[in-house]
């Protein structure tokens, strides 16, 4: 860590230091109807946040009492005056932030805050869309009985290493794009083990916070099987990074292909990748329906093969 700075009781910045990256923490308190306060803390984040270099990434985090939607946002028991953070979230919203909690789990339902009158999602994290492609999970965790707040505790999770090699990148002028190689041929039985369970620890914690809280609207199943092929991808790109041996290159014409040691977990994991990527290019498309039963009866195979539940694709 860095720098911390506290600029007012309501307003705090945290820096921290990498090697051609920083990264910043602004931690937000926008007390109930003080207008003056909101203004004040608006015009630092502003001014703050318009002088940071293009290798400065940020978010920005804490109570904002307001409410995004009062149909998602709000409990139907009560009603509580949430319009002083309103000014600064659509500030956020017009210069292209993205909050984390509901890009993550779009239409869940779930409270920052509450009493034994009405709860309410007031606490939010806000960050930028360059940071979009890096935010892995974001979700909302009691603290009843761990803090004895009335607050919940808000969180994000994101893959910085691809924060510091994205940065690496554009540092290196004249050098051609790096893109990661997995060295499947070098990955271990231990490795492809670690890495079944890795991906199975994600998608069963997903499916368990999914089962408890999801908000049961129109055309659910759509939005599931969408949810579902974005949970695997990410699933199996945080996996890999994590337990597959890899490295970094910026010319691949000149090299030669090495076979990957047969595996059972490899073989199926290419099939899930190529049932993705055929998916992601058809998005909004219709699916041609030999092709859609083929594709079926894959999935009917690897959900029986490991146990699993993959949504089948939805019908046209």
């Not at 703050?48 to 109570?63: A, C, M, P, S």
């Not at 292209?96 to 034994?116: A, M, R, V």
């Not at 998916?279 to 195979?301: C, F, M, P, W």
Request: hydrophobic letters at 35%.
């Amino acid at each position: 860590m860095g720098v911390c700075k506290r600029f007012s009781p309501y307003l705090l910045k945290a820096e921290f230091f990498f090697r051609r990256v920083v990264f910043q923490v602004w931690i937000v308190y926008l007390p109930p109807k003080n207008e003056e306060v909101t203004r004040r803390v608006h015009k630092i984040l502003i001014e703050e946040i318009t002088k940071n270099k293009k290798n400065t990434y940020y978010t920005i985090l804490g109570d904002f009492n307001t409410v995004l939607s009062e149909r998602l946002d709000m409990s139907s028991e009560g009603r509580r005056s949430t319009d002083t953070g309103t000014r600064v979230t659509k500030w956020l919203k017009n210069t292209d932030h993205i909050e984390t909690f509901q890009f993550c789990n779009p239409g869940l339902i779930k409270y920052s805050w509450s009493n034994s009158n009405v709860s309410t999602r007031i606490d939010h994290i806000w960050t930028t869309h360059d940071m979009k492609r890096f935010i892995l999970d974001s979700n909302i965790e009691g603290m009843e009985t761990v803090t004895d707040s009335d607050h919940g505790i808000v969180w994000i999770q994101l893959d910085s290493s691809g924060i510091l090699e994205k940065n690496k990148q554009r540092s290196r002028k004249g050098q051609k794009e790096t893109r990661r190689l997995y060295l499947y041929h070098k990955a271990t039985e231990e490795n492809w083990n670690d890495y079944s369970q890795e991906v199975e620890k994600i998608i069963r914690n997903a499916a368990k916070r999914k089962k408890k809280n999801r908000y049961k609207a129109e055309k659910e199943s759509e939005i599931d099987i969408d949810e579902e092929w974005e949970l695997i991808a990410k699933a199996i790109q945080a996996a890999a990074s994590k337990h597959i041996p890899s490295t970094k290159t910026q010319d691949t014409n000149n090299q030669v292909r090495k076979e990957a040691t047969r595996s059972l977990i490899y073989s199926r994991a290419k099939v899930l990748g190529r049932i993705y990527r055929k998916g992601s290019k058809a998005t909004g498309q219709n699916i041609d329906d030999l092709e859609k039963a083929i594709l079926d009866v894959r999935i009917e195979h690897l959900n029986a093969e490991n146990e699993v539940n993959i949504l089948f694709l939805p019908e046209v």
